[in-house]
C-alpha cells in the first residue's frame, strides 16, 4: 500500500459521505477503509497540506470534493496486496 493509493480510497469515500451529509472521523475511514490510523492520519494530513481537506473538520475542499467525486466509479489500485503461500511451505 502507498500513500498515493490510500489517498484515492480516502478522498472517493470523504466525497461519498460529504454527498449523503454524512460525518466522517479518523476512526470511520480506519473501520471502512481497513487501514491502520497512523496511515489514515499521515494521509489526511498531506491532503490538508495540498488543500484538499481541512483535517479539523474531515470535509473536502472544492477541489478534494471534485477529485473524490471523479474517482467514484473507477477501479482504485487495492490497499493490500494478497500474497499466496504454497501449501508445502506452511505445512513444513
Given amino acids: 500500500m502507498t500513500n498515493r493509493n490510500l ?4 478522498l472517493r469515500t470523504l466525497a461519498a459521505a ?3 451529509g454524512q460525518p466522517v472521523t479518523l476512526m470511520t475511514l480506519t ?3 481497513k487501514v491502520r490510523r497512523a496511515d489514515i492520519r499521515e494521509v489526511i494530513v498531506a491532503l490538508h497540506h495540498r488543500g484538499l481537506v481541512d483535517a479539523r473538520t474531515m470535509r473536502l475542499s472544492l477541489e478534494g470534493f471534485a477529485i473524490g467525486t471523479a474517482l467514484r466509479g473507477k477501479k482504485l489500485p487495492a490497499l493490500r496486496v494478497l500474497v499466496r ?3 508445502r511451505l ?3
Fill in 31 to 33: 473501520d471502512k477503509l
Fill in 85 to 87: 503461500v504454497p501449501a
Fill in 7 to 10: 489517498a484515492a480510497h480516502v
Fill in 18 to 20: 460529504q454527498t449523503k
Fill in 90 to 92: 506452511v505445512a513444513a
